[in-house]
């Protein structure tokens, strides 16, 4: 199995910046499409950006689209999510994920055909 943990998360205040990881532990890292997804209280779990296996294909929800960047490094076991702009509505729990199946499903299949998900991490934006 994977592990996935992330860190990073914070209080930041709006118009900052934010990078979120994802170190993995167990299988290679390259086996999978990564994602991360986030929920905000009251709201159901939401896309936010995939990136293939080997870092050539990106997705992102439109609404983080321009501010958010997702890359990864297999040789280091890891996924980054690079937040820039913040805004109030960015406060969420972020969650790391993994698929075998492929990154772009991530933002079209409800539920998203996710195999491993991280723990979450906090992120608030204030205003």
């Known amino acids: 199995q994977v592990q996935l943990v992330e860190s990073g998360g914070g209080l930041v205040q709006a118009g900052g910046s934010l990078r979120l990881s994802c170190a993995a532990s167990g299988r290679t890292l390259s086996n999978y499409a990564m994602g991360w997804f986030r929920q905000a209280p009251g709201k159901e779990r939401e896309f936010v950006a995939a990136?293939?296996?080997?870092?050539?294909?990106?997705y992102y929800a439109d609404s983080v689209k321009g501010r958010f960047t997702i890359s990864r490094d297999n040789a280091k076991n890891t996924v980054y999510l690079q937040m820039m702009s913040l805004k109030p509505e960015d406060t969420a729990v972020y969650y790391c994920a993994a698929t075998s199946g492929a990154a772009q499903s991530m933002g079209v299949v409800r539920p998203p055909g996710v195999d491993y998900w991280g723990e979450g991490t906090l992120v608030t934006v204030s205003s």
């Open positions: 990136v293939s296996r080997h870092g050539g294909t990106t």
